[in-house]
Structure formats: C-alpha cells, structure tokens
C-alpha cells in the first residue's frame, strides 16, 4: 500500500485505519482522502468541524537577542513589534524579491531565563530550504526544528465550541492568536494551540507532542461533528478562500506584491524596507507589477486545470491558471492564475485554454466562498 | 445474456443489440472520486478505437477516456450534464457515457470479460 521510502506522521496507522486512501506529498505517505471523498469532506469542513493531519509541516522555534525584530530581517513582516500570542502571516523572500516560502510566525513567550523567542510553520516541501535559509541569514539566532511535534488542524463553524470543551479560553481567543497550554498553568505543557488555517473558515491549528497526537485525534473524532479531511478537500477549501498554495500559485519567481500578498507587508516595512527583495518590493508598491494573481470563473461547468494558458480578448496569451478545478461549497468550477496587470480587473473577459479549445471566463474577486474568520468576542 | 468487456484504461463497452453502451468501470469511478463535469463525444462524432472520446473530471483532476472500440456516436448521456454524479453512484448503469454503432464488433473480442477485468484489478492493485 505505502512506500517504504515516504516518510509517516504520527497519525500514519489511523489514516490507513479510517480507510484512508494515501498518496506521496513532500515525501510523506499522506491521506488524499478518506471514504466519504471530497466533496463529502468539504461540505463538511464548512458546516462543522473538519479534522487535518499537518504534521508534515515544518515547525520550529526561533530564539535569541531581539530575535523578533531580527527576523523582520528575512521577512516583510512587523512581528518585531507584536505582543506575545500574535501570529503573523508573511514571506521569507529571495534578493530579488521571490517567495522562498510562505509561513506563519507567532510570538511565543520566552523559556525561562530566555531570549526573545518566535514558533514558526512552514511548508513541508521547503522545510530543509527554509530551516537553511533562516540559519544563512540569521547565525547569531538559535533554530530549533521541532520534528517531536505532530500538527493537526480543526477547522469549521464547531470547531471552538469543541476544542473549548478540553480548553473554555480558547472560545475568545481572536483569529491569529495563539496560546499555549502551560502559559497559563491550565493543562497538560505542550499544546500551542492558535487560531488560524487554511480553509477561510474559523479555526484551529494545534501543534502537540507526536507521542500524544494520534490519542488526542481518536478523542476529537469521539464526536460526530468532526470528520477526517484528506489533503484533496483542504486543497478544494483553500482554492475557495483565495488562499496560495506553495509550488503552483507562488514560488520563487512571484513577488508579494505580484502575488496580492501586499496586505500581509505593514506600512513601516513597505517604507523603510530591510529585508531580502525590498527594491523590487518598493518597486512593484509604487509602480504596480507586471502581473497579478486573479480569480477565474469559467462560464460553464467545465474546470481549468493548473497550466493552463489565460487568452485575452484581443486573442493573446496573458498569463497562465496556477490553480483550477471545481469548488464544492460555490457548485461552480473556480481558478486562480497570473495575469497582466492591465487585465487584472475583476469582470473582465478572458478564455481559458482546456484540451485546445478556449473556456469562456471571467476574471473574479477573490475569495470565491466568504472568510469566516474569528475577529473576536 | 449482454457481456461486458473492459480495458486496461478502466473503460467498459456493452453491447446491446447492434448498438454497444461505453463507461467507465466501477472501479474507474472509485479511484477518480466525486465526478464533478462530463465533457462527451458529439453524436455522429467516429471514434478509432483508443482515440479520445470523453474527459469526466473529479474535484481533483481530469480524467480522459478512450473508445475501447471503433465506431459512431449515435448517443450520449445527457443527464451526465446536470447529474455527473451518476457515474459514482452507478458508473456501468445510469452513469453510461455515449452508445456506440460499432464499426468492427470483432474488436470487442480483444477486450477483458468480467472475469478477466477482476483478475486485472488483482494485478494492479
């Protein structure tokens, strides 16, 4: 069934367990999807509570002198001057301003008789870059992979209601928060739990000991409102939310600013700068990029597929689908690709090339389905 | 008593009379998971056997499908069109494809029956 070269989760028995179907993803041996299938999966992510094994992802803490503020170094992000429990979502950037990666930084409390101190996830394909980079740039902070810990994701409209039944604080905590179990002597040490993902709905990420993970999950699963979610329909989720995915909608070629990732660079940082890439970033800031990531909505019922070429109406070939297939919750196909910046307004026309013939399309506000984002009791 | 004859591609072909029924096997729809659109041949449209004949596409990716036998669109499922569904709930049954008049129906004879498709799956499973 499984590649004895793919690397397993903590949780590996109990997708095989569930029925799972599994494929290879950034060299684990990971659930796809589970019996009920995607669709299945997605609609049940947005209307209770879907469970995610993302334990291939890459944690780590970051430690040191001043260590937020020198992490804005490698990154345009202003977690430097953020109060412990934010996160932050931001770029680790090339000099010439592409994506490395994309990650979440959050400020954790300090060890005891520690320095400044930063938790951060990454994507599982760019850890080992990632992790390498970070040591490049910043010798003089101390980088701690936690390949210990197992990551999982609730995510849905009943997922604070029942992660609150083990942990009654987290029902107030804000969207992009996090706190950790310890923090504040209520529990078991060890669980970070913060308020985040990866699907536009509410909900949580909660990394934990490998050792605990697939008790903790089995526990979760006790309850019929959470169900398994297989990397298939967290694909269709975050397709829906507009969200990127590392590898096909950005990479090392995309900027930022190019990606509509402009919202994730504070004010400070697009005018002061200091970080890999700012000139092209400054650049593209005030003189607007070349092409820019858009929505797609085909006409008809038929997906486009990631490769596929973006026509204008004048019959030329203006950018290419990075992301495409059909959207569960819209009932519609949806994408997401590159334009020219000049096509780049929603309502325009385009075609999409599918098997040689054009798609009639038109370019769409993302996100497709609304945020359903925490903002706070 | 109709026979069924599969591919190695996971398409089925029936015959019926003088006309055969084309699909994708049970096992096909399986794999491909929740069926979300159908693009199908044009009636009238003349297929070789192996060429491309249709594309049924999943949440996850398309999926083409190939004529397991030569012949002539003479009809398609239409109902496919608002019910892609069809082929997961009854891929060899409501959820058939397009009917074929066949050119050679000494091609058929090349194709795995029942018995064989099953001892196949074995094989690559």
Known sequence: MSSPDLLKTPLHELHLELGARMVPFAGYDMPVQYPTGILAEHLHTRSAAGLFDVSHMGQAFLEGPNGARRFETLAPTDIGVQPIGRIRYTQLLNESGGILDDLMVARRAPRQGGEERLFLVVNAARKDEDFAHIRRLAPDLRLEPLAGRALIALQGPKAAEILARTWPRVAAMPFMTMTATGDEGDGIEGYFLSRSGYTGEDGFEISLPAGEAAAFVRRLLEDPEVRPIGLGARDSLRLEAGLCLYGHDIDETTSPIEAGLSWSIPKRRREEGGFPGAERILREMADGPARRRVGLRPDGKAPAREGADIVGEEGRTIGRVTSGGFGPSVGAPIAMGYVESASAAPGGPVALMVRGKPLAARVAAMPFHPHAYFRGP | ?125
Do not use: C
């Not at chain 2, 994708?24 to 693009?39: C, T």
């Not at chain 2, 058929?108 to 799956?121: K, N, P, S, V």
């Open chain 2, 1 to 125: 008593m109709t026979q069924i004859r599969y591919t190695k591609d996971h398409e089925y072909i029936r015959l019926d009379g003088e006309i055969a029924v084309v699909g994708i096997s049970d096992h096909a729809q399986s794999q491909l998971g929740d069926v979300v659109f159908v693009e199908l041949p044009a009636i009238g449209a003349k297929l070789a056997k192996g060429g491309e004949a249709a594309v049924v596409e999943s949440v996850k990716a398309a999926s083409e499908v190939y004529a397991p036998a030569s012949g002539e669109v003479v009809a398609v499922n239409s109902a496919l069109e608002s019910e892609p569904s069809a082929i997961n709930e009854d891929a060899t049954g409501k959820g058939w494809l397009f009917r074929l008049k066949l050119a050679n129906p000494a091609e058929l004879d090349t194709l795995m029956d029942e018995a064989a498709y099953q001892e196949f799956l074995k094989t690559i499973a």
